[in-house]
């Protein structure tokens, strides 16, 4: 409810981007300050660069799509209109052209500084969300549509399940019944 409750503020166009590719796809902070209209393929797959310099496509809109049916049965209707905003808001950002999102000032590296989310954030009065949230409640949500522990990690480039494990609630099982499903295969994302 939390994150229904921050979708509804009165938040900048790219700060509801950016808080998309955290929570509909599990992207870390920095990966989301560094996309570009550019690496959008056929509006349905993203190209990310995941910290170690991985490059992998991602079903941005089959995962949202996956997410947000799972908030509606879980209760939450208005789910659907905040996916199909967002998914209005990047396909803008991609026919026009435009970046994401407007850095601030770069970092040494040339990189855009990934922390300017929480400041405007906190701008908007909002402070129970971070982008760590966001990307834990992902995870959660891959979880509860049933996808292993493995999958889990490929999709949000852990390199061990262990990580993966760390952000799930032992207390609802979850990670009991991953482990108990999981594949032999260890992916090194």
Not at 36 to 50: A, I, P, W
Request: with cysteine; charged share 25%.
């Amino acid at each position: 409810e939390v994150w229904w409750a921050c979708w509804d503020r009165d938040l900048l166009d790219r700060t509801r981007l950016w808080l998309g590719w955290l929570y509909w796809c599990g992207l870390r902070r920095q990966e989301a300050a560094d996309l570009r209209t550019g690496d959008l393929y056929r509006g349905s797959s993203v190209e990310v660069v995941r910290k170690g310099g991985e490059v992998v496509q991602l079903p941005w809109r089959k995962l949202g799509e996956l997410i947000t049916n799972l908030q509606v049965e879980r209760g939450w209707p208005q789910a659907e209109a905040a996916f199909a905003d967002w998914v209005k808001l990047v396909e803008a950002a991609r026919r026009s052209g435009r970046e994401f999102l407007l850095p601030y000032k770069p970092l040494p590296s040339g990189k855009l500084n990934g922390n300017y989310l929480n400041k405007e954030l906190i701008w908007a009065g909002e402070y129970s969300i971070t982008p760590h949230r966001c990307r834990h409640s992902f995870i959660t949500n891959m979880a509860k549509l049933g996808a292993t522990i493995d999958e889990i990690a490929e999709l949000v480039g852990h390199r061990s399940i262990e990580t993966t494990r760390g952000y799930l609630d032992s207390r609802s099982n979850l990670v009991e019944r991953l482990l108990a499903t999981k594949s032999s295969v260890v992916h090194d994302g």
